[in-house]
């Protein structure tokens, strides 16, 4: 899988713990042994981590960028738009409900020919009426 250029790996630390609470120096050991393992094991550059729990402030930035991360993922859902932190990157969770709009929106040639015309706010249209349509049918 990791040679496969389709999937990248990050890490996670070692153990889990709670990034903003820890001292620096286990901060940065945290980063870095995790970074090796993972690399060593896999043989690629490990470039992102995902903060434990979503837990981090800015020292835990700044250790991440010292120790050669370009990226750090949060917990908080939602899309990123530019001007975005690299290091404050928010998620969609992959639920069934948006598994199923994404089943549903494939299916549309209206939202196709849209999006092949490059018209982005009829695609946030169908979107929309396709979301709604999923809520309202919980």
């Not at 990034?19 to 993972?38: C, F, G």
């Not at 290091?87 to 969770?93: K, P, S």
């Amino acid at each position: 899988i990791a040679a496969s250029g389709v999937f990248e790996f990050a890490s996670h630390t070692l153990w889990h713990p709670k990034l903003n609470e820890m001292n620096t120096k286990d901060l940065r050991q945290q980063m870095i042994r995790s970074k090796v393992i993972i690399e060593k094991h896999l043989g690629n550059k490990v470039k992102d981590l995902s903060y434990p729990f979503g837990l981090y402030n800015a020292r835990v930035i700044s250790v991440m960028k010292k120790t050669g991360y370009r990226m750090g993922f949060t917990i908080q859902p939602g899309l990123n738009f530019p001007p975005v932190n690299p290091y404050v990157v928010r998620r969609i969770m992959v639920t069934k409900r948006l598994l199923e709009m994404v089943e549903t929106l494939r299916g549309r040639n209206d939202l196709n020919e849209a999006l092949a015309r490059q018209d982005t706010i009829a695609g946030q249209r169908i979107a929309q009426s396709v979301l709604l349509d999923i809520a309202q049918a919980d």
